[in-house]
């Protein structure tokens, strides 16, 4: 979205009741006017295009002309979600691993997991993310052959580690760890297994403007960590099973061959990725979890 111009907002004075909502929820762009106390739009270059002011508006007196004026829907009460169904959506997701290799999953339901995706914040709303969906067992196995040769390359740097560099005994440990890791991935894949994706249907993979990029997104790992979030709840709704693959993403950006694979451009970083597809097994009970750790300040 442009935002080097100058916004246009209008209000239709003859519907705003003066209640001024607009101010309190967008203070930096809207003040009253001291004349007759009516909301003016006093610093339109602050606007963020967040559309605050016109859902907000009771009367719906303002119009936003950078924003689409007929995706802004009245919030429909009886689709809200009661908070036990809510906690139980929330902890029945599960990491998926294990997926039906005989069930298709059709582009229109894909497409409401990204609709999810458009709505979940963004920093200053940048809305700066862009999703790659790579479909169909072919192209999931070449992306995993590429990063696995990726992974070779980074096992045998860790071997000669281990044999060179003397080390304290924590580090030794973390380096073991990984050189487990890595063999247990390369030794799967050489024995016709994918440990990377698990054999999932489709795969998403979520980007953004690096710091370095003329159009850098103020917190891009936090925006892709909540729309992948955004998606993989929307996928729970939809009978998916989704899992996050950390070690994708955490090496895809290093890996050119996987870059131009999957045509990411130049000024951007690969953010997240997740498996997703119809699960092959069944979770029937919510798992346990530690207690949240909190702290109180000030409660009564």
Not at 72 to 81: G, H, T, Y
Not at 232 to 254: D, P, R, S, W
Request: hydrophobic residues 40%; aromatic residues 8%.
């Amino acid at each position: 979205m442009e935002k080097l111009t100058i916004p246009k907002i209008e209000i239709d004075y003859e519907n705003c009741d003066k209640e001024g909502l607009c101010i309190q929820v967008c203070p930096w762009v809207y003040e009253r006017d001291s004349r007759d106390d009516f909301p003016i739009v006093a610093y339109p270059l602050a606007c963020d295009f967040c559309g605050h002011c016109v859902a907000v508006c009771p009367t719906g007196a303002i119009t936003h002309h950078e924003l689409d004026m007929e995706n802004f829907p009245q919030v429909e009460k009886e689709l809200a979600i009661e908070a036990d169904a809510l906690q139980q959506l929330l902890r029945q997701r599960r990491s998926i691993r294990n997926y039906n290799q005989k069930r298709v999953v059709k582009r229109s339901v894909i497409e409401k997991m990204l609709e999810a995706a458009r709505y979940s914040p963004t920093g200053s709303n940048a809305q700066s993310l862009e999703h790659i969906v790579v479909l169909g067992r072919e192209n999931v196995a070449e992306l995993v052959r590429l990063i696995i040769e990726d992974f070779r390359k980074e096992l045998k740097l860790l071997e000669d580690i281990d044999v060179e560099k003397p080390m304290d005994p924590s580090e030794h440990k973390e380096l073991k760890y990984w050189l487990s890791a890595y063999e247990r991935l390369i030794n799967g894949y050489d024995t016709g297994k994918d440990m990377m994706f698990y054999d999932a249907p489709g795969v998403i993979i979520t980007h953004a403007p690096s710091a370095l990029s003329t159009t850098p997104t103020p917190v891009p790992v936090e925006d892709a960590t909540l729309a992948s979030f955004h998606m993989m709840l929307m996928a729970e709704t939809l009978g998916l099973g989704t899992c996050y693959i950390g070690n994708f993403y955490e090496k895809a950006n290093e890996s050119d061959a996987v870059r131009q694979f999957l045509e990411v451009p130049q000024e951007n970083d690969i953010l997240m990725s997740f498996s997703f597809g119809y699960p092959a097994i069944r979770f029937r009970r919510l798992v346990d979890r530690n207690p949240s750790k909190v702290q109180w300040i000030g409660a009564d």
